[in-house]
Structures are given as C-alpha cells and as structure tokens.
C-alpha cells in the first residue's frame, strides 16, 4: 500500500538523502535554481504529478525504478555519478534537454521503460556510458537523432526499444 506524501515532507526527505519508496507526491516535487546535490535521489515503487529538475547537478546517483511520473522534467541537469530509470511509466512529453554529463564508468541506463509521449535529448552530451534498452517510445525521440546536437563519447547502445528513436526534432509531434 502507497502513503501520500506532501511535497514539503517528500522534498525534505530527498534533502536528507532518504529514498521516496511506495509513496504517492500529489504535488510538483522539484530540485532546481542551479542547485549542486550531494545526495542520492532514489525514487521506488512510486507515484509523482509532477518531478522537475532544472539546472541541477547530481554528484551521486540517481536512480527511479518502478514509478509513474504523470509530468516530469530534467531540463540542463548533469547525472555526473549516473542515472538509472527502470520499469517506470512517464505520461507527458519528457525533456532532458542539454543534460547528461555522466562520468565514464557512472552510466545512464534507461531500461524497460514507457514513454507515453515524446522525449527530448536535444543538446545533451554523454561523457560515460550510455544503455537505452527494451524501452516503448510511443511517440519517439530524439536519442539517436544527427541533427540534435547530442554528443557520446562512448557509443551508446540501443537495444529492443520499440519506438523511433531518430526523430529529426526537439518539438512535441504537435508542434512540428
């Protein structure tokens, strides 16, 4: 059973490092204004309306597994320390705009995941390693796109996603 969770409660376990497990966030839950984080994010088992990370950079792990996002956002954020998002579902279009900057051996791993709408990697640049498998796209990306500005230092791997992966834009299917 899943215990609602204010965001005020929610947000001041997050700043104390503790794990969000089997909680519902009915409300915006957001890290932002440039904030450096020390801590780990770890968000299982979950519901959040709504989860923004603007202009953060993340010197430890993030990782969600098993969580529905109804809105989310990781616009400019840096995973140095990596990102993992498994078994989750994400209902509105996705932004990781200009984001990314794992280190080497700090991989982000997106795996067995739906994404309900678009998601955007416009701008971003991968230093480490950088897995995106058994994935559904329902409305693409642009995670293996030329002409979006993404840079991998190390190739990335794509494997069984279902979904284009290729799409030449950064716009909702709507916008184009």
Known sequence: MKNFLTTKIASTLLSNGQPLIDLVVSE????DGGEIWNKEVTILNSS?????????YFNKPVTFRNCHFKDASFNFSYFQKGLTIED?????????EAG???EIGNPII????????FVNFCDCWYTGEVEIMNNKFLKGTNIASKDQYLTFDIPPVFQENIGQ?????????EEQ
């Open 110 to 117: 997106i795996k067995n995941n739906e994404f309900r709408e």
């Open 28 to 31: 915006r839950l957001s890290i």
């Open 48 to 56: 959040i309306e709504n989860l923004t990370f603007l202009m953060v």
């Open 100 to 102: 990314g900057h794992n």
């Open 88 to 96: 989750c579902v994400f209902d509105k279009y996705l932004d990781f």
């Open 165 to 173: 992966l290729d799409i030449e834009s950064e716009c909702r299917e």
